[in-house]
């Protein structure tokens, strides 16, 4: 289990935008898989976009591409998600996920992720 710790949501107009922060205090990232999840009332949670720490490859959810962008910081332990021209229908409870082996980023598929953040509520609303 890798401790994550997730921050920068809140509440923002429509076309706005946020970003959010995924830490580990205790690992170091840079050999796992990590994404961003996300949960709407009364939805299924879904992923938004991962990244392969020991590549860089990323996986966009299709409605998030050209967004959102996913990036990290291996001296800050710390993985972002920049989330542009934000829509009411972004409005969810994002997650942030940590597993390895990193290749799992590729499919971005929330039942490979063993280790979990709290969550931070996102709320795109005018």
């Known amino acids: 289990q890798v401790q994550l710790v997730e921050s920068g949501g809140g509440l923002v107009q429509p076309g706005g935008s946020l970003r959010l922060s995924c830490a580990a205090p205790?690992?170091?990232?840079?050999?796992?898989?990590i994404g961003w999840f996300r949960q709407a009332p009364g939805k299924e949670r879904e992923g938004v976009s991962c990244?392969?720490?020991?590549?860089?490859?990323?996986y966009y959810a299709d409605s998030v591409k050209g967004r959102f962008t996913i990036s990290k910081d291996n001296a800050k332990n710390t993985v972002y998600l920049e989330m542009k021209s934000l829509k009411p229908e972004d409005t969810a409870v994002y997650y942030c996920?940590?597993?390895?082996?990193?290749?799992?980023?590729?499919?971005?598929?929330?039942?490979?992720?063993?280790?979990w953040g709290q969550g931070t509520q996102v709320t795109v609303s005018s």
């Open positions: 205790q690992v170091a990232l840079n050999i796992y898989a």
């Open positions: 990244i392969d720490s020991t590549n860089d490859s990323t």
């Open positions: 996920a940590a597993d390895f082996p990193a290749w799992i980023a590729n499919t971005c598929d929330q039942a490979d992720f063993g280790s």
